[in-house]
């Protein structure tokens, strides 16, 4: 399923821009406008839609929001004006991230407890293995410039989406959770322990916009380092979190591991930072050097960022509502996503190498503050007051490292 996922979710991201401004005559600017509306409308569905998958049950709204991705990106074929792409982007974005708690319930709902790390680890690796076959076949149908590339792109993309729901179908439905007490309405976005960590996991991953985002502009901005290079070392991170993602990943489940992890994450993420800004010398094999060996420690430092921080929500996520936690700490990311971009690029293209340094203080003192900040979570997931006397508590007390 994730493999079917990721060739669809492929071909359209490696292309949409070619298609939207080629086949459906829109604009480069209403195109980002309206991606950065799809962006906004993710971040609110994270807040809220975690909450439906708990009520409703993850299975049965996975397969019914994959439903309505299929019929939404199918009408794509339809969409000719920038009102009616605005529309149908925004709606696809909040049904795009809105599904992200839904399927990550349901990877603890067909995983054991100790196992649910490595399961999202090798999620990860048949991902974006498959985006990268996804984005070769995007490649050949845009050079096809005909109705038949245009269909075959967008159908391509829907299908998956229904495929997805089909092999949902096959799984096992959740047992409805017990319930000692109503739970509060948006109880997750209600704990500021919580956010608290939220907030500081997705100061960790702006790791992804120095990658895709700073990084080049950087090579290409203020370094003697070939721009083809570049997408050589796109590949090189690629290749590095297909193979890579398990291993790194092995015996992280706890919260204390997630927070140890988080710590060698944030060493390896600034130690990347420092050398990126050393990329900038003006000695050509010093430069490609310092280029290189920043993308792959930035990678480490990625793939071990990610399995940190699937640790994390899964020990902070409470079963009585562990989707509605797990679309909640999710929006750290998604905030990263829409603000990270901007402020990384002003920092580092305004302040040179010294950007670069505070960029890696940032990444050290994130990773310093989360196992203060997951305890305290945690703590704030276990009810102060005495448990009524044949209950359980709503989250086990965390255990401490072995």
Not at 104 to 133: T, W, Y
Not at 245 to 257: F, I, K, M, N, P
Not at 306 to 319: C, D, F, K, M, T
Request: proline share 4%; net charge positive.
């Amino acid at each position: 399923m994730t493999l079917i996922d990721a060739l669809g979710t492929g071909i359209f991201l490696a292309g949409n821009v070619v298609y939207f401004t080629r086949f459906a005559g829109l604009s480069a600017g209403q195109v980002s406008l309206g991606i950065s509306a799809a962006g906004f409308a993710g971040v609110v569905a994270l807040a809220v839609m975690g909450r439906v998958a708990d009520r409703f049950g993850s299975r049965r709204v996975f397969i019914a929001l994959s439903i309505v991705q299929t019929i939404g990106y199918a009408a794509y074929l339809l969409v000719h004006t920038f009102a009616a792409f605005f529309v149908l982007v925004s709606v696809l974005g909040f049904v795009d991230f809105g599904k992200s708690p839904a399927k990550q319930a349901l990877v603890s709902l067909i995983a054991e407890a100790h196992s649910r790390v490595r399961v999202r680890a090798m999620m990860r690796s048949l991902f974006n293995g498959g985006c990268s076959v996804g984005s070769g076949l995007a490649a050949l149908l845009l050079s096809f410039n005909s109705h038949l590339a245009e269909y075959a792109f967008v159908l391509g993309n829907a299908l998956s989406f229904l495929a997805c729901a089909l092999f949902a179908m096959r799984f096992p439905a959740p047992e409805p959770a017990a319930h000692h007490a109503k739970p509060k309405r948006l109880a997750a976005l209600r704990n500021r322990p919580f956010l608290a960590i939220t907030a500081v996991t997705g100061v960790m991953t702006l790791h992804a916009s120095v990658l895709l985002v700073v990084f080049p502009l950087w090579i290409v901005e203020r370094t003697v380092v070939p721009t083809s290079l570049i997408g050589v070392l796109m590949v090189v991170n690629t290749v590095m979190c297909v193979f890579l993602q398990v291993r790194l990943a092995r015996d992280l489940e706890s919260l204390a591991d997630g927070s140890r992890a988080a710590r060698k994450a944030a060493v390896l993420l600034a130690v990347s930072s420092l050398l990126m800004g050393l990329a900038g010398s003006r000695h050509p094999w010093l430069a490609i050097a310092m280029a290189c060996s920043g993308v792959v420690v930035l990678t480490w430092g990625e793939i071990v960022q990610a399995a940190s921080r699937s640790a994390l929500s899964y020990a902070l996520a409470p079963e009585h509502a562990q989707a509605e936690y797990l679309g909640a700490f999710s929006m750290g990311m998604a905030g990263q996503s829409s603000v990270g971009p901007y402020l990384c690029t002003s920092l580092v293209i305004g302040l040179d190498r010294i950007g670069w340094a505070i960029l890696a203080a940032v990444f050290v003192l994130a990773g310093l503050a989360t196992g203060p900040l997951a305890n305290r979570a945690a703590r704030s997931l276990v009810p102060n007051t005495s448990v009524a006397e044949g209950t359980e508590p709503l989250c086990p007390q965390p255990q401490s490292a072995p």
